[in-house]
């Protein structure tokens, strides 16, 4: 079994208001992180607390889930 990296999980893309929601349920977080413009094709969970959005053009920009 793969060992998790982070208590959060990705709970859903709402590209129309161009959020991401986090929850971590250990602690009952919440989190929304902005992404920028509508053309987000994916996030993925990196580390405890980072998270990589790659976009249609192949760019991809790591953000911190807790600062």
Same mark, same amino acid.
């Given at each position: 079994?793969?060992? #998790?990296?982070?208590?959060?999980?990705?709970?859903?893309?709402?590209?129309?208001?161009?959020?991401?929601?986090?929850?971590?349920?250990?602690?009952?977080? #919440?989190?929304?992180?902005?992404?920028?413009?509508?053309?987000?094709?994916?996030? #993925?969970?990196?580390?405890?607390?980072?998270?990589?959005?790659?976009?249609?053009?192949?760019?991809?920009?790591?953000?911190?889930?807790?600062?």
């Amino acid at each position: 079994m793969a060992e #998790q990296i982070s208590a959060f999980k990705i709970v859903s893309i709402n590209k129309d208001a161009e959020v991401l929601e986090l929850e971590d349920e250990d602690f009952g977080l #919440q989190i929304s992180i902005p992404i920028t413009g509508s053309n987000l094709v994916s996030a #993925q969970i990196i580390g405890a607390y980072d998270l990589e959005l790659t976009y249609h053009d192949s760019t991809s920009k790591v953000v911190r889930i807790l600062e």
